[in-house]
């Protein structure tokens, strides 16, 4: 998939309408306590400043389910962003309207604007044509560096490609390029490293890339599924039950193709998941009625780092274990500890996954974290992002303009 980006349109002097995905986790008095996903758009922002662009940007925030809630306005945003760039950024109160359009036709180049927040638009998550048209209305390009917003069809990720030229942005061009990459020609041995709670959403994953890698190391949330659909018992760790033929079958093309099914050998146990009862280090087949799985064992960490060492590439989504909680969370230190420090193609995503890496300091060393979440998810399970569709469709029509 060929997709123009920033890079190959003028934009000197235009009206660029950037979607951004700058849900920040925010505190109880506005602060924002990660400023992540500000930064990671820094580059696309800065290159259209440089070019002299007219930046308007806009983003969603939360979940404010299309009307105005106060505590969920972007100026602490635009402030963070503005202290960031060194440079103003005037935040705007709405997202369409003669107010905004006024504020637009008032820009000079190389000036930045951030509308509000725009799910306090109903018409922004229905995908509403006209909602898309008075956003489009402000802009001479559209440009899409929200990868993680854009497995959703929404105005501003989808409806919006039918009114502007529509590229993308660098974020999105390096998620789409290291993700595709990983679906289309890794570099082998490849690993893919899977636990966390979202056991359905990961067994999708899992059963698109069963084609393209060596090895599946399994933990988290996902062994005890995997452990009970070949007949141990799980006690009361977390298992989706009715998962357990789909698990058989998927373990059963594994082998089919020859990729390596890794599961815990021995687990650390216990009766809650919280810290305030004991643990115990036992073999996967002595887990007791009443005692739940809660990170994998040592033995296990020594095989999986043991195999990590042989891949050339490898993906990690979920925590190997209930990481918040000391006693529970060596499992994930040491896996991102071996992840961190192999000579590979390394790749990060899913939230909680991301927090571990960050954590522990390790971020640096690791090739890319996916922003995605959700939207990371969906595109290895093969799904197409209705954004990245429209965007691709888009950014098409440019091409056969241009020549
Ligand atoms: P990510 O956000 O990285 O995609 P998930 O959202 O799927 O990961 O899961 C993260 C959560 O999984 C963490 O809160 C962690 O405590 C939990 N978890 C990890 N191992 C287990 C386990 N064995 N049992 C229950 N929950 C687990
Ligand atoms: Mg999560």
Same mark, same amino acid.
């Given at each position: 998939?060929?997709?123009?980006?920033?890079?190959?349109?003028?934009?000197?002097?235009?009206?660029? $309408?950037?979607? &951004?995905?700058?849900?920040?986790?925010?505190?109880?008095?506005?602060?924002?306590?990660? =400023?992540?996903?500000?930064?990671?758009?820094?580059?696309?922002?800065?290159?259209?400043?440089?070019?002299?662009?007219? #930046?308007?940007?806009?983003?969603?925030?939360?979940?404010?389910?299309?009307?105005?809630?106060?505590?969920?306005?972007?100026?602490? &945003?635009?402030?963070?962003?503005?202290?960031?760039?060194?440079?103003?950024?005037?935040?705007?109160?709405?997202?369409?309207?003669?107010?905004?359009?006024?504020?637009?036709?008032?820009?000079?180049?190389?000036?930045?604007?951030?509308?509000?927040?725009?799910?306090?638009?109903?018409?922004?998550?229905?995908?509403?044509?006209?909602?898309?048209?008075?956003? %489009?209305?402000?802009?001479?390009?559209? #440009?899409?560096?929200?990868?993680?917003?854009?497995?959703?069809?929404?105005?501003? &990720?989808?409806?919006?490609?039918?009114? $502007?030229?529509?590229?993308?942005?660098?974020?999105?061009?390096?998620?789409?390029?290291?993700?595709?990459?990983?679906? +289309?020609?890794?570099?082998?041995?490849?690993?893919?490293?899977?636990?966390?709670?979202?056991?359905?959403?990961?067994?999708?994953?899992?059963?698109?890339? #069963?084609?393209?890698?060596?090895?599946?190391?399994?933990?988290?949330?996902?062994?005890?599924?995997?452990?009970?659909?070949?007949?141990?018992?799980?006690?009361?760790?977390?298992?989706?039950? =009715?998962?357990?033929?789909?698990?058989?079958?998927?373990?059963?093309?594994?082998?089919?193709?020859?990729?390596?099914?890794?599961?815990?050998?021995?687990?650390?146990?216990?009766?809650? $998941?919280?810290?305030?009862?004991?643990?115990?280090?036992?073999?996967?087949? =002595?887990?007791?009625?009443?005692?739940?799985?809660?990170?994998?064992?040592?033995?296990?960490?020594?095989?999986?780092?043991? +195999?990590?060492?042989?891949?050339?590439?490898?993906?990690?989504?979920?925590?190997?274990?209930?990481?918040?909680?000391?006693?529970?969370?060596?499992?994930?230190?040491?896996?991102?500890?071996?992840?961190?420090?192999?000579?590979?193609? !390394?790749?990060?995503? /899913?939230?909680?996954? !991301?927090?571990?890496?960050?954590?522990? /300091?390790?971020? =640096?060393?690791?090739?890319?974290?996916?922003?995605?979440?959700? %939207?990371? $998810? +969906?595109?290895?399970?093969?799904?197409?992002?209705?954004?990245?569709? %429209?965007?691709?469709?888009?950014?098409?029509?440019?091409?056969?303009? !241009?020549?």
């Amino acid at each position: 998939m060929t997709i123009k980006t920033v890079k190959d349109v003028d934009v000197t002097s235009k009206k660029v $309408l950037v979607r &951004v995905d700058f849900n920040v986790p925010m505190g109880e008095n506005g602060d924002i306590r990660d =400023d992540t996903r500000i930064r990671v758009c820094l580059p696309t922002i800065r290159h259209l400043v440089d070019k002299r662009a007219r #930046v308007i940007l806009c983003s969603h925030l939360d979940r404010p389910k299309g009307k105005i809630v106060e505590s969920l306005r972007l100026a602490p &945003v635009a402030r963070r962003l503005s202290e960031l760039l060194g440079k103003p950024v005037e935040s705007l109160r709405e997202c369409t309207g003669p107010a905004v359009e006024k504020a637009v036709s008032a820009m000079r180049d190389g000036d930045i604007v951030l509308l509000e927040n725009l799910r306090f638009y109903p018409g922004e998550e229905k995908n509403d044509p006209g909602f898309a048209r008075a956003l %489009a209305r402000l802009a001479d390009i559209y #440009v899409n560096d929200a990868f993680s917003a854009s497995h959703r069809a929404h105005a501003s &990720v989808v409806g919006i490609t039918d009114y $502007l030229p529509s590229v993308a942005g660098f974020l999105m061009e390096k998620e789409l390029n290291i993700l595709g990459k990983l679906l +289309e020609n890794p570099a082998k041995p490849f690993a893919a490293v899977i636990g966390g709670a979202k056991v359905s959403d990961k067994l999708e994953v899992l059963d698109n890339i #069963v084609t393209r890698v060596s090895m599946f190391l399994l933990g988290g949330g996902m062994a005890a599924t995997f452990l009970k659909s070949e007949g141990y018992r799980t006690g009361k760790s977390l298992v989706e039950d =009715d998962k357990l033929q789909y698990v058989r079958d998927l373990s059963e093309k594994a082998r089919s193709l020859d990729v390596g099914l890794f599961l815990p050998i021995d687990v650390v146990i216990s009766e809650t $998941l919280d810290g305030s009862t004991p643990a115990r280090t036992v073999a996967v087949s =002595d887990i007791p009625d009443g005692w739940a799985i809660a990170d994998i064992g040592p033995q296990t960490i020594s095989n999986y780092i043991r +195999e990590l060492k042989k891949c050339k590439t490898v993906f990690w989504n979920g925590p190997m274990g209930v990481f918040e909680v000391p006693e529970f969370s060596k499992g994930t230190r040491e896996i991102a500890t071996a992840i961190s420090n192999l000579d590979a193609v !390394t790749v990060v995503g /899913g939230g909680s996954t !991301t927090e571990a890496v960050n954590s522990l /300091g390790l971020a =640096d060393k690791i090739t890319h974290i996916s922003t995605g979440g959700g %939207a990371t $998810l +969906e595109f290895l399970s093969g799904k197409p992002l209705p954004g990245v569709t %429209a965007l691709a469709e888009a950014s098409g029509r440019i091409l056969a303009r !241009t020549g």
